[in-house]
């Protein structure tokens, strides 16, 4: 008799540079019970090649014809082949991070192949519909299976939202251990930013990326003219939509005052932030990793899903305009800035996210591939399965309450403490 055909890995599913960045580390930990799958949403070196060689992932099976394409014409190539993959070989469960187009579309074919699903980076909320991640992060959230969470705002977003408590873990962020891990000690940073001509502490690191600023000449010529009254050299890693942008626009010129470089990779723009004076950007992960680093920072954006580094005082909102210069400039000159951001805790958690991700997406499967289907694993069905995590992950498991009913990170439902 034909053997029934077995489900023996989880599908880790990434395509841009932030998703590898933050998925790295549980793609580690699900070790053989994970398989990497690349939509190259993002495929050249710069923004992905030189991420999976540092992460030591480069193994991915790859998709093709998406890079560049159209928003529409991506969704749809990346949903049928990742939905082929999940049809011809269904995995336990699959694992997507934040608010992609590789996140949605592989939510999708998640959902249509009859795949649970897990949320990494659930909950966060803009509530700005222009922005295409505000909707990219909604429609994950209405297929997923399991939402982990990385702040007890984004549980009460999800919450609000009608998603029952029995569905979310409040993980925390995985941009905690992978900054951590990732810093380079301060010797080696002085040697990155002395190579870059960057005096520690006295220039500026910069970046801008979002369609909301490139998109538009005058907004754009806005910003990169504020950045050059901030009294500082400012460095600018160049993600290849600003490159792009600058020569569309015809602002090539308004580089001249700034200090462009070729985007880096994340060990030497980690060292970079840690030693600048004061870091602008529209980045999602770069609110995150300033909380982290006790760097304070300017978000150029209209708005923001992640309230948290702006509420305990990193990070200040503001949109293209003078404020840039003006807050940029205060904040410059502060000379207790430094001494009041190194007290404040960083808000996204205590850096074992990726652990407590993991163990929920072993709760899914076993390894004699019988996909175990029953639920998360907060709620694992017998202490062989427990055991069978903490060997795996090399953690200890401790069942607990449902994580929502909690307020911090350190108080969830799956307890995971290195043994
Ligand atoms: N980053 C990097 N090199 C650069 C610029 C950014 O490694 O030249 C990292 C940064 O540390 C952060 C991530 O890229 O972890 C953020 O990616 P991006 O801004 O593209 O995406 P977002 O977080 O806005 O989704």
């Known amino acids: 008799m034909a053997q029934r055909s077995v489900s023996r890995y989880v599908a880790v599913v990434v395509g841009t540079r932030p998703e590898i960045i933050k998925l790295a580390q549980v793609v580690r930990l699900l070790g053989s019970a994970g398989r990497l799958l690349h939509t190259c949403q993002h495929e050249d070196e710069e923004l992905s090649g030189v991420f999976l060689a540092a992460a030591g992932l480069r193994q991915a099976k790859i998709l093709s014809g998406v890079c560049g394409a159209p928003r529409h014409v991506q969704f749809a190539r990346m949903i049928e082949q990742l939905g082929e993959i999940f049809r011809s070989d269904p995995p336990a469960a699959v694992i997507v991070q934040g608010d992609t187009n590789t996140a ?39 297929l997923a299976d399991v939402h982990c969470a990385p702040t007890a705002a984004a549980v009460a977003n999800l919450r609000a939202e009608g998603v029952p408590a029995a569905k979310i873990e409040l993980t925390g962020n995985t941009i905690v251990e992978a900054t951590l891990s990732t810093l380079p000690s301060q010797s080696d940073a002085w040697a990155i930013a002395a190579e870059l001509s960057a005096d520690p502490g006295c220039y500026v690191l910069a970046t801008i990326h979002r369609p909301e600023n490139t998109d538009d000449p005058g907004r754009l010529e806005t910003i990169l003219a504020e950045l050059s009254k901030l009294g500082l050299p400012v460095l600018l890693p160049m993600h290849p939509r600003l490159r792009q942008a600058v020569a569309r626009h015809r602002l090539t010129a308004a580089l001249d005052r700034l200090r462009p470089i070729a985007a880096v990779d994340h060990r030497t723009f980690l060292a970079l932030a840690r030693l600048a004076r004061l870091l602008v950007s529209d980045s999602g992960g770069v609110q995150e990793e300033c909380t982290v680093l006790k760097r304070p920072l300017i978000v150029i954006r209209n708005s923001s899903e992640r309230p948290e580094a702006i509420e305990a005082g990193f990070a200040h909102l503001v949109r293209p305009g003078h404020m840039i210069g003006d807050l940029g400039r205060e904040l410059i000159a ?71 009913r909690h307020g911090a990170v350190g108080e969830a439902g799956v307890r995971s403490s290195r043994l």
């Open 104 to 142: 949605s579309a592989a939510a999708q074919a998640a959902s249509y192949a009859g795949v649970p699903l897990i949320h990494v980076e659930a909950g966060l909320r803009s509530y700005d519909r222009a922005m295409p991640e505000e909707i990219n992060r909604c429609m994950v959230g209405v």
């Open 334 to 404: 502060d000379p207790l800035l430094d001494e009041r951001l190194a007290r404040i805790p960083c808000p996204f958690g205590d850096g074992r996210a990726s652990g407590r991700i993991a163990s929920c997406a072993l709760a899914f499967w076993s390894p004699d591939g019988r996909a175990n289907r029953t639920g998360p694993a907060r709620q694992p069905a017998d202490a062989t399965s427990a055991r069978l995590l903490s060997v795996y992950l090399g953690v200890r498991i401790v069942v607990g309450e449902t994580n929502a």
